[in-house]
């Protein structure tokens, strides 16, 4: 059989600085993700590995690797860097640049918490546009920052496997619900007529409002269809939780069992809510770790509730609010939208491990 003709495979040998360039990039948690993989896959193929090996290895395709060979042998350390755009020729030196992205990463100025692309500049005696031309190509952004916690929970892992494995491959003859409150909804009234749009202009509301009571709502999403079971109740106690799941055993045909995906609020693992589980054997909860809700996905629906209905609106009682949130969830149960998991629990668990490592180290 005739081997399939292809790019031949070009060895590369790397200087003494290189491979420390290629180290330094790789192992700084902060640099630009992109970079840094580029890096790995070049310290790779220094190494002798074949590209297949290599991509396999590091999870990317085969021609992500023979790619960054080739660049490589071609333009060595500056091959890995983004192009530049076409236009005038570049007057910053390399060394600008890294010095840049090195303070940017690595150090502050002293009067604040992160570089501004105004301080940036003085320091280097460059423009601002230069600043953020380099922020840019290597993905940087000072002035965010994101949030994480990590779970202190002692079962995360068992915990993070059963929940994925419920909304990847959810059982036979069972339907799978993910439940939880919205507790405290306001039925805010703006202090003046919200002012509609016009062409040029957004809508116009005021800043204040006036309070005219809360009430709470249950919701348990279908994980398979989208479709919601929801309850509206002026608290949410054990009996009020225990009276929801009532309602979502007469919903959910009798021949079906019913997986629960729900947190750790202590309502849920009351004595009366555990008798009622045995009472109801066809149903099976399955909770999610501690500080760990984003997993449940009717959270997802909360939020586009928020988003798309409460956040702009004004009710004067609390039943023009219950009204509203009626219509809404009706509507949406005509045309649901199931809300898809695309993420493994070993990917979960592996973005895990890294935000521990970077933390420890």
Excluded at 244 to 265: G, Q, R, S, Y
Excluded at 294 to 302: D, I, K, P
Aim: proline share 5%.
């Amino acid at each position: 059989m005739m081997r399939q003709a292809g790019r031949p495979t070009v060895a590369i040998e790397l200087t003494e600085d290189e491979r420390a360039t290629l180290q330094r990039w790789a192992r700084r948690h902060s640099s630009s993700q992109a970079l840094a993989l580029r890096s790995r896959i070049v310290l790779a193929v220094a190494e002798g590995g074949a590209n297949t090996a290599i991509a396999a290895r590091l999870g990317v395709n085969r021609a992500t690797v023979a790619k960054w060979r080739h660049r490589f042998a071609a333009d060595r350390l500056e091959g890995l860097v983004d192009a530049p755009r076409p236009g005038a020729e570049r007057t910053i030196g390399d060394e600008v640049i890294e010095a840049v992205v090195v303070e940017t990463l690595e150090t502050a100025p002293k009067d604040a918490t992160h570089w501004s692309t105004r301080t940036m500049a003085e320091r280097h005696g460059i423009s601002r546009q230069t600043v953020s031309e380099i922020w840019r190509a290597f993905g940087l952004k000072p002035w965010r920052q994101d949030e994480f916690k990590v779970s202190p929970d002692p079962d995360l892992i068992e915990k993070v496997r059963d929940l994925v494995g419920l909304y990847l491959s959810p059982p036979v003859a069972a339907a799978v619900y993910a439940l939880d409150e919205k507790p405290q909804i306001q039925a805010l009234n703006r202090s003046a007529p919200i002012l509609p749009m016009l062409p040029t202009t957004p809508s116009k509301a005021t800043h204040d409002y006036v309070r005219n009571g809360t009430v709470d709502l249950f919701a348990a999403l279908n994980i398979a269809t989208g479709t919601v079971i929801t309850d509206l109740r002026k608290s949410h106690t054990a009996a009020d939780f225990i009276a929801f799941l009532n309602k979502i055993d007469t919903e959910v045909p009798a021949e079906l069992d019913v997986h629960v995906i729900l947190d750790n609020l202590s309502t849920h693992k009351t004595p009366a809510v555990h008798e009622w589980l045995l009472r109801h054997r066809r149903f099976h909860f399955h909770f999610t770790p501690t500080y760990g809700s984003w997993m449940n996905l009717v959270e997802r629906w909360f939020s586009a509730l928020t988003t798309k209905k409460l956040q702009r609106s004004a009710h004067r009682s609390v039943k023009a609010l219950a009204a509203d949130i009626t219509a809404w969830v009706e509507n949406w149960n005509q045309n649901p939208t199931p809300f898809t998991w695309h993420k493994t629990a070993d990917q979960i668990l592996d973005r895990l491990a890294g935000y521990c490592r970077a933390i420890n180290k």
